[in-house]
């Protein structure tokens, strides 16, 4: 129970299909220990709040701490991946490794059968494999941050919102009397809830690091920026920099602290490299068609897929795509289930 709408109507509507339910909440990170960030808008607020709607519903609560296994599993590598030039998903990371394993391990120490979140996903079981499928409001569908999730951790989950939209669950959260049901919710990454990733990193790792050249693809020097860690692929703002054309951030070199930039028929690759790929599918052998989405907000389009050694895969679209970024996710589906997925390299 995250102390949201999405999860507190979880909680209600498996009670009253008759469900033996247990609220439980993690808290994961301090915001209040930020500078000039308040105190109520990441998981100490949250644990109060997912402690009343228990109370509401007369179910038990409890409450873990992972402070220290969230920062070392999830912040230190983010921190990591940006400061070697990479754009990073945290939040599909955090549910392999804390939300799906370190809370469901707590689940299962309590007795529970199951464990049970508000994300906008269901199930579906072919040829004795388990399938994420997502969403039917594919707005809110959440199936491309949970593709790395096991078998064995998919047959101890469930998903009650699959079938509904937000408006609907707003509507079953006013059924229920929730006094979450108008909670607006949060877009950004749960431990930077201001958005401003940039100031988080520098405050973590001090600011003034990796500032270097911005170059064109032709070789010549633009200008100068203060860190690698302020831009991504296909960012077009925030250059500082004049030029006939619109550029955009085409590359990062890490190791020579330089942004590359182009015109944007230079963003457009037909193919990339996955690395860390998961499979909900046999292991594939031979190149096989699909489709592949790329970020949380961009739709899935044909690709052909090739396997390479030391669980790689090389992903060739069928038109070109822009902003295939190092770092991000990319997930492969067949129809609207989730057949594997990996890191873009």
Sequence with gaps: MSGGVDSSVAAALL??????????????????????????????????????????????FHSVNFEADFRQQIITPFCQEYLSGRTPNPCVVCNKKIKFGLLLEKALQLGADYMATGHYVSLAQADNNIFIRRGRDHEKDQSYFLFPLSQQQLSQCLFPLGDLNKQQVREQAKRFNLQVAEKAESQDICFIPDGDYIGFLERERGSGKLSGEIVHVSGQVLGQHQGIYRYTIGQRKGLGIGWAEPLYVIGIDAGKKK???????????????????????AEPTSSFSTLCRIRYRHTEVAATVEPLSDNQVKVIFASPQQGITPGQAAVFYQDDLVIGGGWIQ
């Design 15 to 60: 009670k009253e299909q008759g469900y033996e339910v247990i609220g439980l909440t993690m808290h994961h990170w301090d915001v209040s220990a930020q500078e000039d960030l308040a105190a109520d808008s990441c998981s100490n607020s949250a644990v109060t709040e997912a402690r009343k709607v228990a109370e509401q519903l007369n179910i038990p």
């Design 259 to 281: 942004v590359i930039v182009g015109e944007k028929q230079h963003l457009s690759h037909t193919e990339m490299v996955v690395e860390q790929c998961c499979w909900s599918i």
